[in-house]
């Protein structure tokens, strides 16, 4: 299992993005190997939440419309923040005023952790930082 971060979900959706032709070649190869996703709900507003402000509300639905699909036919595991992941992240949140984390970094963070995912489909250097691996 693998953990897909927001700027894997934009750079796939969105072919504007830097990383969309590396980011479409790997989705292809976990695709293809029948790698199971897992993702959160804070990650799924996140990256809906851009595609509208940073492209258009047409792509936003077209991302919703495709997670509702992988989810349906079981090819994303879909976890959604409650109240003892969103305190694990709070903790680990006020530990890090150093490094420019966001909320939805802990949470994602805390979700590998506790899903002991070793790797994640990301561009953002700070799953690294928390000893967890970059497919790229």
């Not at 994303?76 to 305190?87: E, G, M, P, R, Y």
Request: proline share 1%.
């Amino acid at each position: 299992m693998i953990f897909v971060d927001t700027g894997a979900w934009i750079a796939i959706f969105n072919p504007r993005d830097q990383h969309h032709h590396e980011a479409v070649a790997i989705y292809n190869d976990l695709r293809r190997r029948e790698i199971k996703l897992l993702t959160t709900d804070y990650v799924i507003d996140e990256t809906v939440t851009r595609l509208r402000y940073d492209e258009n509300h047409r792509m936003a639905v077209l991302f919703l419309g495709y997670i509702e699909h992988l989810e349906s036919a079981t090819d994303v595991v879909l976890v959604a923040i409650d109240n003892d992941l969103f305190l694990k992240a709070k903790a680990l949140f006020r530990q890090y005023d150093s490094a420019r984390l966001s909320f939805t970094d802990c949470t994602s963070f805390v979700v590998c952790r506790e899903n002991n995912i070793a790797e994640a489909f990301a561009f953002d250097q700070h799953f690294a930082m928390m000893g967890i691996g970059l497919r790229r």
